[in-house]
């Protein structure tokens, strides 16, 4: 296990309140949080999203397979919970590269409708094709496959069209896909150029997307109402939220069609 080099995973618990993360993990998520104070939020409403987006594909539109690919680490609301909760049959399939959280994953996760494995998003044909996963889900059924905050470490935006499209390919009709990236498109000019100076010095992996090239991610799908918004106004349980501004951060559900 690296403890040099930060961690994606590691460092969203710790904005999140965790203890499973080392000082390399601190280290980078107060440089980001100095930049952009709002990260902390960001972590909170993000998970906030998933718990909504989940218990919409589960109580009313009757999933019951999910594929959550870059997982991260177990929190509170993990997807086999809040799903299994609602329809107790739900399988569920984690897949992620961190080996803390497959540490995890093999101390809390495993049972017979949920599993995990070893996998990364730009690979997609080998979590499609594995032995974990085929075991698990039922492909020519509709599933419900997660990305909550895992596209904007793929910079690329041309690359990741492809994985989410090679991956809703494999999916049979009447599936979501469930998805989140960071954005630049709510804060100020000022705080936009910092990010980006970290951006430049290789001290934040995270590719920020504006709304258009985030709804591409969702091309050939029908967006569930009401859209691409920040996460905070997706489908929002209480009037008191945070502004976009301080989530900074796009989500979307979509189906596809049948």
Known sequence: MDQQTASPARRWNYWLGGKDHFQVDRDSGDRIAHAFPAIRVAAQQGRAFHGRAI??????AGIRQFIDIGTGLPAPGNTHEVAQAIAPDSK????????????HARALMIGGTTTY??????????????????????LSRPVGILLIAVLHFIPDDVRAREVVR???????????????NSTKDFVEPQVAARYDALLAAGH?????????????????LELIDPGVVAISDWRPEH???????????????GVKPR
């Open 204 to 220: 934040v992996d995270a590719w920020p997307r504006d709304k258009d090239v985030f709804g591409g991610f969702f091309d050939g």
């Open 166 to 180: 090679e991956l809703m390919a494999a999916a049979a009709p009447g599936s979501y896909l469930v998805a989140t």
């Open 55 to 60: 218990r919409y594909l589960t109580r009313e």
């Open 239 to 253: 009037d008191k939220r945070p502004t976009p501004a301080e989530v900074s951060m796009y989500g979307a559900v």
């Open 117 to 138: 494995l070893n996998g990364d998003l730009r690979d997609p044909a080998a979590i499609l094709t594995a032995e974990e996963l085929r075991s698990t889900i039922d």
């Open 92 to 103: 569920v399939v984690y897949v992620d590269n961190d080996p803390m959280v497959l540490a």
